[in-house]
Structures are given as C-alpha cells and as structure tokens.
C-alpha cells in the first residue's frame, strides 16, 4: 500500500484507518508482519494501534493471533449507510417512477462497489441487490461508472489488485479491453452492464459527479425489457437525477 501523504491531520488516527483498510482490503484475518508488509509500518507501531483498536471494538484478534475487522465497525458501517442512503431514495423512487425498473446507488469501498440504496421495480420479474452488498467493479454497471470517475492508471491498479473474475460469457477479464471500456463509457457519459454479472440482465449506469465520495447511480431489469434501444430515453433522465443527487450533496446537512 502507499504510503498516506503528510495531510497534517493526526499521524497516528491516519496510520489507525490504514490498517482497518488494509483488513477490509482481505479476504481473511491477516497477522502482524501482512500488515507491517503492506502498510509499511514498523512492528511495534502496528502493535500499539492495533491494541487500541482491540480495546475499541473495531478490531478482533482470533485464536490463530491473526486479526480481523471488529464489530464496532458493522453499527459505524449501518449508520453511514443509513445516512448516505436516506436522501437518496426520493431521487432512486423517482428513477423507478419515471422509467419503470430498479433503481439502486452505490458508492466506492477500497475495491469494490457497495450498495447504499436501492428502490425496487413494481415488476413480478425485477431485478433485487440488498443495500451493503460489495460487488466487483469490472462486471457491474455501477461498478463500471465509478471506474469512469478514475484516471486509467488508477483503473488498471485497482483491477489489478481485485482481479477480474468472469460470472457470465460477457463479462470483461482483461484490463486492457476493460480500460477501452471505459474510453467508450467515457465518450457516450454511461455504463452499460451487458448481462456480465448475471444472465438476461442489462443496467445503465451513471456518475454522481462531486458527491462526497466516488458514487454512481442505475437501474437494472430484464433485458427484454431494458433494451440498448432504450438508453436514449433512460439515460438522460439518470443523469439528470444525478445532478439532482449531487446538488443535494453539496447542501449543508440540516
């Protein structure tokens, strides 16, 4: 992991968050020299934040001496959720409303794309992701326009780092065909998931642009029913409903 820049915020907090990232980041615990390896920290440093962290609840340490996330983060995580979301679903309702299919908001999670809010289609068939559920970004049309929002440099490293494994025929496995993606994606100011996590099913997805954090906006249905035909209809209404989002973004919180 690279080292954090000098941002003149508390050296140690910062160095606290980079390990509770570093454990997000894998799949399983991970010991003391994983740790020191990847963030670049000494030894004794990691020992003393991750003590704290023990003592606080926002880390575990298993019989194995390994250590993973603690449960103090999953009501830290529910509650960010909750309030990230909140505002969101009015302008997600409005998506469903006006075109018909499951709307659903996510936002960037070290690697991978986390739901944040989702309003479902009144549709018997319809398309169902529950908020909080990380999915990988090379396969998901949420995933994909948070990508959008990055520099190819940026794309490359992180598809690098999470791998690109293939759920359907369509999806995307190789870096290089998934940077052309994004040129393309870039070009017409959308992402298409073209049955590329799961088969039958087409979203169209838009950025959020200046929101707090890298986060998209989509909607997803069958793709008898979300044809490529009808982006020309749906996807200035999700970008208009974008801007909307952002423009309540930047308000102060009341």
């Known amino acids: 992991m690279e080292k954090l820049p000098n941002t003149g915020g508390v050296q140690s907090i910062e160095r606290g968050f980079e390990l509770l ?3 997000a980041s894998v799949s ?4 003391v ?6 963030s670049g920290l000494p030894v004794p440093t990691i020992h003393r934040l991750i003590r704290t962290l023990l003592n606080n609840g926002y880390v575990r340490q298993l019989p194995s001496r390994r250590y ?5 983060l999953i009501r830290l995580g529910e509650s960010a959720t909750q309030q990230f979301g ?3 679903r009015t302008h997600l309702a409005e998506l469903v409303e006006t075109i018909g299919e499951t709307a659903n908001m996510a936002v960037l999670d070290v690697n991978m794309a986390v739901y944040v809010a989702q309003v479902p289609s009144a549709h018997t068939m319809r398309m169902f992701t529950e908020v909080g559920r990380r999915v990988h970004l090379h396969c998901t049309g949420v995933g994909k326009a948070l990508l959008m929002q990055m520099t190819d440099g940026d794309v490359r490293a992180l598809l690098t780092r999470s791998g690109m494994p293939a759920y359907t025929d369509t999806t995307i496995t190789d870096v290089d065909a998934m940077i052309a993606e994004m040129e393309r994606s870039r070009e017409r100011g959308y992402a298409i998931d073209e049955a590329e996590q799961e088969v039958g099913v087409r979203c ?5 642009p200046n929101a707090p954090t890298l986060t998209a906006i989509s909607i997803s249905g069958p793709g008898g029913r979300v044809t490529l035909e009808a982006a020309t209809q749906v996807v ?7 801007k909307d989002l952002s423009a309540d973004f ?3 919180p009341q």
């Not at 993973?68 to 103090?72: D, E, I, Q």
């Not at 200035?236 to 974008?242: E, K, S």
């Open 33 to 38: 020299s994983e740790l020191a390896e990847r």
């Open 236 to 242: 200035p209404i999700l970008q208009r409903v974008a």
């Open 204 to 208: 169209f997805s838009v950025p959020v």
């Open 21 to 23: 990232e570093i454990m």
């Open 68 to 72: 993973a996330l603690g449960p103090r």
């Open 86 to 88: 909140r505002s969101s």
């Open 250 to 252: 930047q308000r102060d």
């Open 28 to 31: 399983s615990a991970i010991g």
